[in-house]
């Protein structure tokens, strides 16, 4: 009835369900090289049929071209939605499309240029706590930075030192507990047995009793406020006229918290990792970086062509946060030869389609400069996803990403002590471990 794509053979099913666990961007590629760019994974084993992609063309057909007969599969809509709710990252349909045309403007250019101030100060103290100590894990350090920008762009002065740690540790339990269900789902019922299903909901609810407080404080306050709260409180549905409700405000704040923070963290990590590991490319930072003076940090400096923007955009081909992205198929869907039914999850592969070595030279090598070609718009390249859906927060991390960078190497520069790049792939990619001593640039040059 249906053409599906070249299909994982039965005596591998196996070996990719384990790996699939353990090592996924391994297998995934592993069977991309096996079996073309397009394969499909089945079995008695596998309750869904999947189709694992890293053609850019059906990557543009599922996303944009017939993206109305996709949707964000039930791991991000109902396992990541019973602990962080409705908001734009886990919702679908009707309702997503309502809460994007409501909260986008939020996020505008002029709107995050606003926050400006608040991302230097931010990473100022950062980076100040920091050089006291000898030696420093980088995602630990890039991890702190992004959640105080999140936290502080998000409610200015109505939030306190303790609760974002309390919000931060809720965070990062809640996230090992999603993992242990979409890697493991067949222990679901230990999970509910044991308590932690249970333990976890429970700080989900923690969470959410100290967003509820902020807002209400804030509700009763008078004066300016220049932070994503105060523009999320005003804004209104266009056909009624009415502000979101409490609970699906919440909603929204704990999605802009987790999507807002930990991919910025990741890709911050990898870019000073790759930096560090590219002395030509850090001279040539550096050097923008003075030739720019008094302007380094303007606005006017930060977005355009630039070497820092050219480093971040290369970091984030290599190791793209959003490794993967899913959708699932509403109706039966036909692309070029192949067909398939109904709820079939595509599943596509940044990673892959990143260092295709049939759209990219070189692709395993790190080349800033490839950014600056006439014909790089033709790349499959999309770190912050595409079509409807994608990333209202683009502005927001190049932002906060240019100014670290800038800052940072203004007046400093690393001594890595971890030598070879590990990852693991978790909801994001993230690095496993970097760690290194950060120096002054008047020591040792």
Not at 253 to 260: N, R
Not at 390 to 403: K, N, P, S, T, V
Request: charge should be neutral.
């Amino acid at each position: 009835m249906y053409n599906y794509p070249p299909k994982v053979s039965e005596k591998s099913i196996w070996k990719t369900l384990l790996k699939l666990n353990s090592d996924p961007i391994a297998i995934i590629s592993q069977n991309f090289q096996e079996l073309g760019n397009t394969y499909t994974l089945s079995s008695f084993l596998v309750k869904k049929r999947f189709v694992f992609s890293r053609d850019p063309e059906l990557f543009d057909y599922v996303l944009r071209k017939n993206q109305k007969n996709y949707e964000k599969s039930a791991i991000q809509t109902h396992v990541l939605g019973k602990y962080l709710g409705k908001g734009l990252l886990t919702n679908t349909g009707k309702d997503w499309l309502k809460q994007r045309r409501l909260i986008q403007p939020n996020f505008s250019n002029k709107n995050i240029e606003l926050l400006h101030q608040t991302m230097v100060d931010e990473i100022n103290a950062v980076i100040e706590d920091q050089i006291k100590n000898e030696t420093i894990d980088l995602y630990k350090m890039t991890n702190t930075l992004t959640f105080n920008i999140i936290a502080k762009t998000l409610f200015g002065t109505s939030i306190d030192y303790n609760q974002i740690l309390r919000i931060s540790g809720s965070i990062t339990e809640i996230q090992k507990m999603f993992i242990k269900e979409v890697r493991k789902p067949y222990l679901m019922w230990w999970y509910k047995v044991s308590g932690q299903l249970k333990k976890h909901l429970q700080l989900s609810d923690e969470m959410r009793d100290v967003f509820r407080e902020i807002i209400l404080k804030r509700q009763s306050e008078t004066g300016d406020y220049n932070d994503i709260l105060q523009n999320l409180l005003e804004s209104r549905y266009e056909d009624t006229g009415e502000p979101m409700t409490m609970d699906q405000l919440i909603d929204e704040i704990i999605i802009l918290f987790v999507a807002g923070h930990e991919t910025s963290a990741n890709a911050l990590a990898f870019t000073l990792f790759l930096i560090e590991n590219n002395d030509s490319e850090k001279q040539l930072l550096v050097k923008e970086i003075n030739d720019l003076g008094e302007d380094f940090l303007s606005l006017k400096t930060l977005f355009g062509n630039s070497k820092t923007m050219t480093i971040i955009k290369e970091s984030l081909r290599l190791y793209p946060p959003a490794w993967i992205i899913d959708r699932v198929a509403l109706e039966d869907d036909t692309f070029k030869d192949f067909s398939w039914g109904k709820g079939t999850i595509v599943e596509f592969l940044l990673y892959d389609m990143h260092r295709n070595p049939v759209f990219w030279e070189q692709p395993n090598s790190f080349l800033p400069e490839r950014f600056n070609e006439s014909d790089i718009k033709s790349k499959p390249y999309f770190p912050f996803g595409s079509g409807a859906r994608h990333c209202i927060g683009e502005h927001f991390a190049y932002m906060e990403m240019i100014l670290f960078l800038r800052l940072f190497y203004k007046k400093y520069h690393l001594e890595l002590e971890t030598k070879e790049m590990k990852t693991i792939a978790l909801i994001t990619l993230r690095p496993v471990e970097l760690r290194g001593t950060i120096i002054s640039n008047s020591v040792g040059n």
